[in-house]
C-alpha cells in the first residue's frame, strides 16, 4: 500500500477544506459546476482514448495506489543466489526453483535459459515484453495527463459561460458578486482536479513504470549474466548498478 | 464504430448545452462570434498546411471515428496457425490461403516471403511501408492539433476586437455588460472547439495510428520468424508480447 | 502556386476584417501600435538569428508559396522505368537521360553511379546533401516561429505601456475606455501576426521540408537500389512506399 | 560549498523583502497562505513520487549545495600519471594506488582493469553504473520540478478561494480591498515558491549531475584508454576534451 | 562584428522608448521595480546554475555579437587544396602548412594524421572534443534562457506585492491609479529584459554554436577524407553539402 499517495492525498484536500472553512465555507458547493468541469473532461478524454482503455483506468490507478511496493533487495539475493549456485552446479540445478517462482516474468526467463535458447533470442524475447509493458502503461499515464488537461479547460469554458450570463443579465448589480463567485468555482474546481487528482496520478503511474522497468531489466541482464556463464563477482557488480545507492547502502556491506 | 468517441461528443456538448440552458439559455449563439472562431482557425490551418492534406482530413477522422476496432486475437491465431504449418509443411503450403488473404499488408508480406525474399529485404520493404505510413499520419493528427492550437488563439481575437469596439463607444453605460458578454463568446467557442473537437480527436488519431502500429509490427515480426523457422512456441512468444494484457489475460491459458 | 495558403490568407484577414467592420470599424488602425509590435517582433529576431539568414527568409517563404508542388507520380515512372533499363541494358545505358535531368540532386547521384563509385560513398554523399539541406531549412523554420513569439510578446510590452500611461493620468475618467482600447490593440495586433501570418507560414515550411525529404529520400533509395541491381519489382514496391496512399490508389492498380 | 547559490538564495529573498517593505510592510504574512500554497505543493508532489525518494529530496539539495565542488584538473593529472606509469611498468604497477582510492567508482574501475576484465565488460559494468546514477539524479530533479509546477497551481487555488468568498460576502465594500488583497497573496507565494526555490534549486541538480556525469565518463575513457596501452599522448588528447576549455587555457600550456 | 544583433538591439529599444514617450514618458523609470526584476532574475540564474559559468556569460555573449563570422568558402578552400596536394605529394607534404594553422582544432586533427593515427582513433578524438564543446555551450544559452524564464516571473512577483500593498491600502481611491501604474511597470520590465536581451540573446548562442559545429564537422569530414585518400572530387562532394546553398551558388560555378 502505498503511504506517501494516502498522505499525499489527505494532506491536499484537508488543506483546501481548511482554506474554504476559513473563507467562509459555504457557498463552495455547487454540483452544476462539478459536472460541467469533471464529466467535460471526462467527456474529452473519452474522445481522445479507446474506451477498454479508459475503462480500464480505475484498476490501472488502484494498482498504482494499492499494490506493494518492489523490492530491489530481495531480487537482488535471489539472483546473486541463482548465479552462485548456477555457476557451480551448470544451470539445469535452478529448474525445481524455477518451478516456483511466482512472478511470470522471470518464471518465463528462466525457463528460457534452461530450455537452451541462445542468449539473443532470449534477450530479444524479453525486451521486447517489457517494450510492449512499457507502451501499454504510457497510454494509462496519458489518460490521467488528459484529465489534467481537460479538466482546467472545462474549468475556463464554465466559467466563460457563468460570466457571459451573469454580463447579459446586469439588472441587479447586488447579484453580481455572487454570479462571478459562482462562475469562478468551475475554474477552481479543474485546477482542483487537474493537480490534486489527475497530474499526481500520472506521475505516479510514471514512477511506477520506472521502477517495474528498472527492475525487469535488473532481471533480463542477471538471467543473462548467469547464461553467459559470468562469474558471480561480475553478475553482482552489474546487478548492483540498479540499486538506488540509499538502498545500497542500508543493505549491502562492500 | 467507436461508442467511446461518441459517447463522449454526446456526453461533452450536452453537459456545456445544460450549463447553458442554466445560465438563462439565450444569447449564447452568435453566428458572427463562430465565423471568426471558426474560420479563422480553419484559414491559419490551410495556410499551415498543404490543401489536399486539408481536405483530406474529414476522411481521416471519419475512419478514426467510425472503422471497426482491430482484433489483436484474432491475427494473434492467424499468425501462430501459419507458423506451425510453415515448420510442418513448408512456407509453399501457405499460398492457397495468402491469395484470400483481405489486409494488403499482411499479403505483401507473406507473397515476398513464398517468392524467396531474404529477411533483410523483406523486413527493409515492410518496415519503409510501415514507416511512411506513420508519417503520412502524423499529418493527420497535426492538423487536428493546429486547429486545436489556433481555435483558441482567434477566440482570442475576436475578444479584443469585441472589447475594443465596447470600450470605444462606452458612452451608453448598460450596454457594457452585453458588449463584453459578446466579446467573451468567441473566448469560449474557441475553448470549446478545441477541446471538445480538435485536441480529443488528434489524440484518438495518435492512438489509432499507434494501435495499427503495434499490429503491423506484430505482422512483420510475425512474417520474419516464420520464414526464419523459428518453431511455433517462439513464434507465440514473441507475438504475445504485442498483445495488452488486458487482452491476454481474458484469452489465452496459460 | 500554393492555393491553399492563399484561400487560408484571404479567407483569415477577411474574416478579421468583418470582424472589425462589425464592432464600429473605425479606431482599429493605430500605427505607432502596429510599430511597436511588428517593428519590436522583427527586432528581437534579428538579435536571435544571424542577418543574412533573416533576408534570405523572404525568398525562402515566396518559395514555400509559390512553388509548384512537387508530383510523386512522375518521380515513381522515372525511376521505376530506369530500373527497368538499368536492369535490362546496364547503368551505362542511363548515360543519355542523366545529362537532360533539371534535378540538380537526382542528377549527382545517378552520375555518381554511372562513374562506379560504391553503394556506401554515393548513398554517404547524398544523405549529407540531405542532412545538410534539412539542417538549413530549420532555421528558415526557426525564424517565422521566432516571430510567432516575439510578436505577442511585444505586443503584451505595448499594452503594459499604453496601460501605465493610462493609469498615471487618469484625471479624465472619460478617455479610460479610449486608452484602454489603443492599449489593448497592440495584444490583438500581436495576436494575429503571429496566429494569421508567422506560425502558420513556420508550418508550411515545414510541411514542404518533410515532403522535399521524402522526395529525396525516395531518389536515393532509387539510386541505390538500381546501382545494386535489384529486380524492378522490388524497386517499385521499396518506391511505393513512399507515396501516400491517396495518390497511389487513384493512379496505381495493384 | 556552493557559493553562488547561497549568493542567489540570500539576494533574492532580499529584493522580494525590500519589495515588500517598500510596499508598507505589514499584511504580507498570512499563514494560512503559506500552508495552503506550500502544504497543497508539497501534497500533490507526495501523490506524484514515491515517500521515500521525495523525503530522500532533502538531502540531496544539500548536496547540491554544499557539497564541494569537483576538480577537473586534479583527475586529469592522476589519469594522465596514471597512464604514463601503466605504460612503463604495466597496469599491475597500479595496483597499491588503487587500494588508496577514496572515489568508490574510480577505485571499482581500476580494481576491475588490473583483475584483468576484458574493456568490454569493464566498460559496461561502469556506464551501467552511471546510467543506473543518472537515473536516480533525475528522480531527484524531478520533484523540485514537480514543487515548481504544483506552488503555483495550489497559489492559483487559493486565490480564487479567496476571491470566491470574497464575492459572496460583498455587503462590505471597503473590506473588498483587503479581501482581494488577502486573496493575491496565495499566488505571490506560489510564484516566489516555485522561482525563488524550486525550479532553481532542480536547475542546480541538473547542473551537478552533467558535471558528475562529465567526470566520470572521464574516467571510463581514462581507464579503458590505460588498459588498452595507449600511448599516454593519446589519453591526454582525450581526457582534455571533457575539460572546460576555461580551466584548460589557466592550467595547461599546450 | 554582428551587424544583425546591433541592429536588432538598437531597433528594438529605440521602439520601446518610442511608445513609452508617446504614452507621456515620465514615471516608466522606476528604480526599485527594476531591481527586483533583474536583480530577482540574477539571484535565481545564480542559484540555479554554477557560479563560474553564470560569471564566464559575460565573456560567451560578447564573443556571439563581436566574434567575426566564420567564412564557409574560405575553408572550403583550404581543405580541396589540401585534399589535391595530399593526393599528388603524399600527407607529409603538408607539414610544414599545418604549423601555419591558427586555429587549434583544424591543426590538431592534421597533426593526428601526419602522425599516422588511424582514421577511427582520429575521428574519435576530434568527435570527442567537439562533442565536449557544445556540451558546454549549451549552458551558455541555458543561462540566457534562465534569465528570459525568471525575468518574467519576477516581474509578476513585483506586481503582486504592488498589488497587494496598493489593495491593502485604499484609503486614498485617487492613489489607485498610480499604484496601478506602478505594480505593472515590473511586468513590463520583465517582459522586455526577456524579449529584447535574454531570449535573443539564448536564440544567437544557438546559431553560433551550430554554425560552429556545422564548421568543425566539415574539418573532420575533410580531414578524414584526405586521410584515406579519397579523390579530390569526392572530398570536394562531401565538403560542399556543408555549405548553405546561398553561400555555394554566389562561389561556385559547377
Known amino acids: 500500500m502505498d503511504i506517501g499517495s494516502i498522505v499525499g492525498a489527505v494532506l491536499g484536500w484537508l488543506l483546501v477544506f481548511i482554506a474554504i472553512a476559513m473563507g467562509g465555507g459555504s457557498g463552495f458547493f455547487n454540483a452544476p459546476s462539478i459536472l460541467i468541469t469533471v464529466g467535460g473532461a471526462i ?14 483506468v480505475v484498476k490501472v490507478a488502484r494498482k498504482a495506489l494499492f499494490v506493494k511496493e518492489q523490492d530491489y533487495m530481495t ?11 548456477a555457476r557451480r552446479d551448470g544451470l539445469l540445478a535452478l529448474e525445481g526453483d524455477i518451478e516456483q517462482l511466482t512472478d511470470p516474468f522471470m518464471k518465463k526467463g528462466f525457463q528460457m535459459a534452461v530450455d537452451g535458447n541462445t542468449m539473443e533470442v ?16 504510457i497510454v494509462g499515464q496519458g489518460i490521467f495527463k488528459a484529465l489534467g488537461n481537460y479538466a482546467p479547460a472545462f474549468g475556463m469554458i464554465g466559467t ?34 487537474a493537480n490534486l487528482v489527475a497530474l499526481p496520478t ?10 517495474e522497468v528498472a527492475l525487469k531489466t535488473m ?8 547464461q553467459e556463464g559470468h562469474s558471480p563477482r561480475i553478475v553482482e557488480e552489474k ?15 562492500d
Open 43 to 56: 467527456a474529452a478524454t473519452l474522445i481522445h482514448y479507446p474506451l477498454p482503455q479508459v475503462m480500464a
Open 239 to 253: 546487478l548492483r548498478a540498479f540499486i538506488p545507492p540509499s538502498i545500497r547502502q542500508k543493505t549491502i556491506k
Open 202 to 211: 500520472a506521475g505516479k503511474l510514471e514512477q511506477r513504470t520506472m521502477e
Open 75 to 85: 531480487l537482488y539475493d535471489q539472483l546473486t543466489d541463482y548465479a552462485v549456485r
Open 160 to 193: 466563460l459561460v457563468g460570466l457571459v450570463a451573469m454580463l447579459q443579465n446586469m439588472s441587479d448589480p447586488k447579484s453580481l458578486g455572487s454570479g462571478m463567485a459562482v462562475a469562478l468555482l468551475t475554474t477552481m474546481y479543474g485546477a482542483m482536479v
Open 219 to 226: 532481471v533480463i541482464e542477471g538471467i543473462v549474466a548467469i
Open 122 to 137: 532470449l534477450r530479444s524475447v524479453l525486451e521486447d515484453d517489457l517494450a510492449a509493458m512499457q507502451e501499454r502503461h
